[in-house]
């Protein structure tokens, strides 16, 4: 079923987010395909992928895009209605993988790359959206 349209304001992708984007895709001769950096939206995405991840209470986390403005990792919580209730904001090396009945599991990656599962605890009732 389809909700209404989530309130997004889509940001313009500024030279600052181009840089930031560049700068974090390492050179890896032979392991990992070229870049075309010529071409960038205007506007930034409202989402990344993979953007959904199902909640065991019914709602699903939206991944919103990181940008050098806002850096952090940031999830939308919308209901099965469609409508937006929360919100999710962790550092940006942090990242949601998974649920358990009363957890939140994160992927944490240091500045090696090496990556660590955190679990939280899930709150009973979602937060409300500002």
């Keep these: 079923m389809r909700g209404a349209a989530l309130p997004v304001t889509l940001a313009n992708v500024t030279e600052r987010d181009k840089k930031a984007l560049m700068a974090s895709f390492p050179e890896?001769?032979?392991?990992?395909?070229?870049?075309?950096?010529?071409?960038?939206?205007?506007?930034?995405?409202?989402?990344?992928?993979?953007?959904?991840?199902?909640?065991?209470?019914?709602?699903?986390?939206?991944?919103?895009?990181?940008?050098?403005?806002?850096?952090?990792?940031?999830?939308?919580?919308?209901?099965?209605?469609?409508?937006l209730v929360g919100r999710v904001t962790m550092p940006r090396n942090e990242r949601v993988v998974g649920f358990g009945a009363q957890s939140l599991y994160i992927a944490v990656t240091d500045d090696d790359g090496i990556q660590r599962l955190r679990r939280h605890p899930w709150p009973r009732e979602t937060p409300r959206a500002p």
């Design 28 to 83: 890896r001769p032979r392991r990992m395909p070229q870049h075309d950096w010529s071409a960038f939206p205007a506007k930034v995405p409202p989402f990344q992928n993979p953007a959904l991840i199902a909640a065991p209470d019914g709602n699903v986390l939206v991944r919103c895009t990181v940008t050098a403005s806002e850096p952090e990792s940031r999830y939308d919580v919308v209901d099965r209605r469609g409508r």
